[in-house]
C-alpha cells in the first residue's frame, strides 16, 4: 500500500470524544513519516487542536456543508479519516469521493445495552475504537495519554488564593447535563472530608453551585467556576495533585497530565461510551449498581424515577480515601 501524503481526519464534537482522538492524529503523524495530518472539527471545539504539533492544519467547520466540502477538495487529500461517522461525514465522503476510514459507531449495540441495561459492547477504550479505523493504514498504539497543549504559561498565584500554594485538589462539578453532576450537598460532603484545599472548575453554568458549596464547605474551598477561562482551568487541573470530575470533557482533558483521577458516574457508565480513564497511572472510577443505571447514553435534565440514586447513594468516603493517598 502507497502511503499517502496528506490525510484529513474528522470529528465534529463534542470536547470528550475529540480530546478521545488526539493519540490517533500522533500516531498518525509520527507513524507515516512525512504525511501532512489535517483535522476538522467545529469551531467550538477549535482550542483542542490549537498548538497541537501533530497537526499541520486546523480546518473548521463552516456555515453550509456544501463550502466545507469545497475546501475539503481544494486540499486534494489523498484519503479521509471519519471519526464522527455520521450523516454529515457520509455526506463529505460521497461528494468528495476520497478513499476513506470509518469509525465504527456500533450504534444498534449501544442502543441495545442501554435499552437493556447489559453490557453487549466489550469495555474496549474509545481510543482504541478509534485506532480501530485507521489499522489499515498499518497504523498500531503507541500505549501514550491522550494529548493535551496549555496555550501559555499561567501564575498560579494570581489564580488561586495562597493557601492552595501548597497543594489541592481539583473537583470538576460542570457537566452538561443534570444526572451527571452531585447534588451540591453531596459535593459539600467530600470537600469536607477531603485532607487537603479544593479548587472547585467548572462553567457558568455552575458558579452559582460553586459559590453555594465553598459558601458551606468553608475556606478551604475556592470556587473558581465561571471566573477562568478554559485554558486555565486545564492548567489548574495540570498542576493539581489529584483530580474529582463527572463525565465531562475536563475531567477528560486532565488524562493529558497523568494526574489521579476519581471518575464519578451517575446515570451514565463509562463502558458503555468507552471512556473511562485512559493510560493513567491511577484512577478510581466511582458509581452504584442499581437496576436503573444506566438511564441515558448522555444524560438527563433530571432523574426519570425521581430518586437520584445513582449519585446519592456514591459512597464518599472512597472518594476521599483515594484522594488521600495523593
Known sequence: MQQPQKILVIRFSSMG????????????????????????????????????????????????????????????????????????????????????????????????????????????????????????????????????????????????PAVHAGGYIAFIIGAAHFTKRMPNDKIVAVCRRLNKPVVLLGGNDVKENGTYVADVAGDKVFNACGSTSLDESVFLVAKADAVIGFDTGLTHIAEAFNKPIASIWGSTIPELLGVQPYKIDHSLVAGVTISCRPCSKYGLPKCPLGHFKCMKDIDEKQIVDFCSQY
Open 17 to 160: 470524544d475529540i480530546i478521545y482522538t488526539t493519540p490517533v492524529v500522533r500516531c498518525l503523524k509520527e507513524q507515516l513519516p512525512g504525511t501532512e495530518v489535517h483535522f476538522l472539527t467545529k469551531p467550538a471545539f477549535r482550542y483542542i487542536y490549537e498548538g497541537n504539533p501533530y497537526v499541520d492544519k486546523l480546518l473548521l467547520l463552516k456555515d453550509t456543508l456544501d463550502a466545507t466540502i469545497r475546501e475539503i477538495r481544494e486540499e486534494q487529500y489523498d484519503c479521509l479519516v471519519d471519526l464522527h461517522s455520521n450523516l454529515r461525514t457520509a455526506i463529505i465522503k460521497l461528494k468528495t469521493g476520497l478513499k476513506s476510514y470509518t469509525y465504527n459507531k456500533q450504534t444498534i449495540k449501544k442502543w441495545l445495552s442501554l435499552k437493556l441495561r447489559r453490557q453487549l459492547l466489550p469495555p474496549v477504550h474509545l481510543v482504541d475504537r478509534y485506532l480501530k479505523a485507521v489499522a489499515p493504514l498499518g497504523i498500531k498504539n503507541d500505549n501514550k495519554p491522550i494529548d493535551y497543549f496549555i496555550k501559555k504559561a499561567y501564575n498560579l498565584n494570581a489564580l488561586l
